[in-house]
């Protein structure tokens, strides 16, 4: 039996539907392309899933739309630019060399741009985004598990390990085996959001699904967790 099946809709385009024995229940993501996939639990048909999709056909036309304006207003990185992170800033700068630059100093870090460097085309925006993205790892490695051990003794919630790395469509995620992996974007946003995606994770060790139990457990040690979700969700990863 195939593990993959892909469907063309006319009002929501492509859908990408992939069997996962580890699911639990069915579930629709939509990246920050608008790529629109769908996880299907084993005991569950394919037939089943797209009557699933159907249903939900409303909400993934709003999301999709969300993400294309989203896209459309990107912030274009330019000399000037300033962009927060968790402790200090990355600073975009006027150079005087023939390379891009960039370096820490302090809590801040200094992005300097070459002489001449185009920051209208295409290719240097994406060059810049990958600086940053470096950047944003480098961060996250010094200073989001520090972050996790605080929450985890808290709360009483032990993990294996954890790693950092640049993910596309998830802040963070918890294996079976409970080693946790975090987004380096994370790093890019509010204090208290981190808190919730960390805390999240760290949840997923005693329940391994969104189920009633999970929601109910989280929002026990986090009251306010739906509100800061909602929040999460208007902020892009870089």
Known sequence: MKNEKIVKYSDIGQVLYRKNPRARNLSIRISGKGEVRVTVPRFCTFHSAESFVLKKRDWIKKKALSIERRNSEKRVWREGSVLQILYGSIV???????????????????????????????????????????????EAKLHLPKILDSISTNFSLPYRKVSMRKMKSRWGSCSPE?????????????????????????????????????????????????????????????
């Open 92 to 138: 975009i700068e006027k150079g005087e060399g023939k390379n891009l630059d960039a370096r820490k100093n302090d809590e801040d870090w200094h992005i300097s741009l070459p002489i001449g460097f185009d920051t209208h085309s295409e290719e240097s925006q994406y060059y810049l985004s990958q600086v940053i993205a470096d950047i944003g790892l480098m």
């Open 178 to 238: 409970n080693n946790i992996s975090l987004n380096s974007a994370l790093i890019f946003l509010p204090y208290n959001l981190i808190e919730y995606v960390l805390l999240h994770e760290l949840v997923h060790t005693v329940h391994k699904n969104h189920g009633r139990n999970f929601w109910a457990m989280l929002e026990s040690m986090m009251p306010d967790a739906i509100v800061k979700r909602k929040e999460l969700n208007k902020h892009e990863m870089m």
